[in-house]
């Protein structure tokens, strides 16, 4: 995988174009979040994840300028703490100017604020988009039911919802829900909810002659679910990206959502 162009996206309103891989950020800081996210571009991931609260956007908007690949070619991800409600437009202000952009393409709240904050938040997010801010909003971390009632206050879902997500937490009822919702999963910590030990995806692994990490991440994209591996290893940055050679038969998929049942 060398460019933009072989990955698969999901899109987002407004004709958005999401890619399915991206890189997780958390836990990355100093030097080696700025190496991880160099060596992750030239690996060919097109979409970053980070945070306010990750303290690494500088570093992770710095990679992104030195890499020369062109801003609108990367999709950049951001969350607001739910701490910051109320101070939303400083916040964004703070991450755009931090990440070294005018627009992110994804900002997300990165936890349901405690109640009635909720709604209020979600319609300064809204206003923020409108004004060109960010391409899209979303939120993480919220249950079915939060998301209801964000669009019975404001008629809007949110575009993404970011949650923990791997083959034990496969949940058949959730996907479905928030396909009902129009609402994309985005899955985190792929490895951590991950047994790599697993004696169904290593023998999956071993008929595509891959890794266990690899089949999880193919699996996530195979499924239509957003995943953002994270890794400061450049052998495995580059390998949890090295999943667009092999596909998962229906059977295999079944073997690896039964983990979660
Ligand atoms: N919205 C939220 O609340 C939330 C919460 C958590 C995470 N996230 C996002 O999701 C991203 C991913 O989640 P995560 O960082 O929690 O966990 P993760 O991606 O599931 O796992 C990262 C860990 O797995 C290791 N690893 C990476 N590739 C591997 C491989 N091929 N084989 C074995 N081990 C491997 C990494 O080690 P090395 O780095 O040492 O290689 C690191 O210790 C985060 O970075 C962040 O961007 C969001």
């Known amino acids: 995988m060398s460019s933009s162009t072989a990955q698969p ?18 836990q990355a800081h100093g ?14 991931y097109r979409m970053i994840d ?25 999709f950049i991800t951001t969350k607001l703490p739910a701490e910051r409600v109320g101070r939303e437009q400083r916040t964004i202000d703070e991450s755009r100017q931090m990440l070294g952009v005018d627009q992110l ?15 209020d938040t979600w319609h300064r997010m809204i206003e923020i988009r409108d004004a060109g801010q ?45 396909h009902e919702r129009g609402v994309v999963l985005e899955g985190y910590s792929p490895f951590k909810t991950t047994r790599l030990g697993d004696p169904v995806l290593n023998r999956i692994a ?8 690899q ?5 996530h994209i195979q499924h239509g679910i957003v995943c953002i591996p994270k890794s400061v290893t450049p052998a495995r940055i580059r390998s949890n990206a090295d999943v667009f050679g092999f596909e998962l038969s229906d059977e295999e998929i079944a073997a690896i959502d039964a983990m979660g049942q």
């Open 9 to 26: 996206t999901v899109t987002l309103p407004g004709d958005v174009r999401m890619p399915l891989l991206g890189f997780g950020t958390w």
């Open 31 to 44: 030097e080696s979040a700025h190496r991880a996210v160099t060596v992750a571009i030239e690996a060919g």
């Open 50 to 74: 980070t945070a306010t609260a990750y303290g690494n956007e500088d570093l992770v908007g710095r990679a992104i300028a030195d890499s020369g690949v062109p801003r609108e070619d990367i």
């Open 105 to 119: 393409d994804l900002w997300l709240i990165h936890w349901p604020p405690s109640r009635g904050g909720l709604v």
């Open 134 to 178: 960010t391409r899209a909003i979303g939120v993480s971390n919220y249950s079915l039911a939060q998301i209801d009632e964000l669009i019975a206050a404001t008629g809007e879902a949110p575009a993404v919802n970011q949650i923990k997500w791997g083959p034990r937490l496969w949940d058949t009822a959730e996907v479905q829900g928030h």
């Open 206 to 213: 071993e008929t595509h002659r891959v890794s266990p990490a």
């Open 215 to 219: 089949v999880v991440v193919r699996w």
